[in-house]
């Protein structure tokens, strides 16, 4: 079996977050990245509080362990912060805190891509209904 | 919970039996002779354990025992099949041409490739869903310079069979070769060089219960099918195989052949009950399962994919429970998954979500049992939380 860190394995057996959001609420944003040819394929979703800042979460992901792993890090993470932070964060604390393999990397930036997609859609839609 | 070991096709424990047989050929005071020293008891004892060995080969196999070369594994004894013998074909104007199979092992393919570099040429005949080859096909890529063909009894990832028997009698006018890599077959199913026509036919002990680091090309020695030997050294195995005879390891293949024929009665209908119970206990189970290679089968194997599910992150899920092959990109040498698979047209999810079942002696119906429970419940847990899935669960 390949090497995991705790942090990956943790995460993978955890799965915070994992299903999907109700589309119906206000401010919410949702992205489909990747492909199951490629081997990894992610489906990311979250809603912005009336005062910017992310309320909810959910995802989907077909991939390996540190794929699910880092969806479950950001469902834990971006909770309660604001558009700003969690670009922020969604550019370049998963590698260290889930301490990914260097050969997985691509992986987890298809998982950042999603985030960051559903995080600027829901932005744009904040802004339309203020 | 002790690890449940599904790996047979891989490697098998050895044999209790083989191991006792072979412990006084490692000791220190005697059993240590080299078999080519003739002038004393010791170099006769080893030289006389080695011919044994050479007979218990050649019982299993029903050959005349003087066609058994003793190596160092199967990769071996198929490389001194294929190079050797296109090495000697095409020194002697006997042809340059190998027939393959796309979904045959590395060892095989490798080898015709190197044999391709040295000049001769290569046909690699494909495969259909099942993994089969077509009989018409391979007449049709025969050709007056081709010297061999080349096909597995059993295949190793999914335990499908070539007819064999068939293609020997389609090469039963022409001059070629037939070598068949017999090596997943061996204990699993009767492996008889006449029924089978096969005039060279290689083997590991590993994989039945003997030990690792020692095999048998077995060649037609009347009339002697001549091979230009790999190495050069002393006059052992006839010259075509040089270098001291490993006494002890080809002992445990004498012995581990003598074990799997005396086995091989029961051991096939037992194996083959226990992967159906395998592969009904998961059809049962209600998750996505699909068999890679519905042709006819060896009884240990089972290519089983769980497509929605990527492989890698079900490898993760059930490895602390039991040892299994995954055949997903992601854990192939290829990284682009396995070549036996694509071969037959496996798609991408079955393709990333594919494992090998291999059963062995030690195999209970309470591992495939366990298996079962084990998978099914990963499988579960890993498409709940898939885009792959068809009716995934929404939270608030
Ligand atoms: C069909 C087949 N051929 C050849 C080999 C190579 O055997 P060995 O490990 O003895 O080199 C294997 C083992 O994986 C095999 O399954």
């Known amino acids: 079996m390949p090497d995991y860190s705790a942090a990956v394995l943790d995460h993978f057996r955890r799965a915070t977050g994992a299903g999907l959001l109700d589309p119906g609420q206000p401010r919410f944003g949702t992205a489909t990245v990747g492909t199951v040819k490629s081997g990894v394929k992610v489906v990311f979703q979250l809603g912005l509080s009336a005062d910017g800042r992310v309320d909810r979460v959910g995802w989907l992901a077909f991939g390996c362990p540190s794929t699910i792993a880092c969806c479950s890090w950001f469902a834990e993470a971006l909770p309660g912060c604001d558009v700003a932070t969690a670009e922020a964060l969604l550019h370049d604390q998963v590698m260290q805190a889930l301490a990914v393999a260097r050969d997985v990397r691509a992986r987890v930036l298809v998982v950042e891509d999603a985030a960051l997609a559903a995080l600027r859609m829901a932005d744009q839609e904040s802004e339309r209904t203020r | ?396």
């Open chain 2, 1 to 396: 919970m002790p690890l449940i070991y599904l790996d047979h096709a891989a490697t098998t424990p050895l044999d209790p039996v083989v191991l006792e047989g072979m412990l006084p050929w490692m000791a220190a005071d005697s059993g240590f002779g080299n078999p080519a020293s003739a002038s004393h008891a010791f170099g006769a004892e080893a030289a006389s354990a080695v011919e044994r060995a050479r007979r218990q080969v050649a019982s299993l196999l029903q050959a005349p025992p003087e066609g058994a070369i003793f190596t160092g594994s199967a990769t071996e004894a198929i490389n001194l099949a294929i190079l050797g013998r296109l090495r000697f074909a095409m020194q002697r104007g006997r042809g340059r041409h190998i027939i393959t199979c796309a979904t045959e092992h590395s060892a095989v393919l490798a080898a015709c490739e190197q044999a391709q570099r040295e000049g001769a040429e290569l046909s690699v005949l494909p495969v259909d869903a099942a993994g089969r080859i077509s009989l018409a096909e391979l007449r049709s890529e025969l050709r007056d310079d081709t010297a061999l063909v080349s096909l597995m009894l059993v295949n190793n990832e999914t335990g499908v069979l070539h007819d064999i028997p068939a293609v020997a009698t389609a090469l039963r006018e022409h001059s070629a070769m037939l070598h068949v890599d017999a090596t997943q077959a061996i204990g699993k199913l009767p492996v008889q060089v006449p029924a089978l026509g096969a005039d060279l036919l290689s083997l590991s002990a590993h994989k039945f219960h003997g030990p690792k680091g020692v095999g048998v090309l077995w060649r037609c020695p009347r009339p002697r099918l001549r091979l230009q030997p790999l190495q050069f050294g002393g006059g052992q195995e006839g010259g075509e195989r040089p270098g001291t005879q490993a006494v002890h390891q080809i002992v445990g293949l004498g012995l581990a052949c003598e074990q799997a024929g005396q086995y091989l009665g029961s051991e096939g209908p037992r194996l083959k009950a226990l992967r159906d119970r395998l592969e009904q206990g998961l059809f049962d189970a209600g998750i996505p399962v699909q068999c890679n290679g519905a042709g006819p089968r060896a009884p240990h194997i089972s290519n089983l994919s769980f497509p929605g599910v990527h492989g890698e992150a079900l490898l993760a899920e059930v490895g602390e429970e039991l040892a299994i092959a995954a055949g997903s990109a992601c854990t192939s040498r290829s990284g682009r998954g396995s070549h036996v698979l694509r071969a037959m047209g496996v798609g991408d999810a079955a393709l990333l979500s594919a494992f090998r079942f291999s059963l062995g002696r030690g195999s209970r119906e309470a591992d495939v049992d366990q298996a079962v429970s084990v998978f099914s419940r990963a499988v579960r847990r890993l498409l709940a939380i898939s885009p792959e899935a068809a009716g995934v669960a929404r939270r608030a």
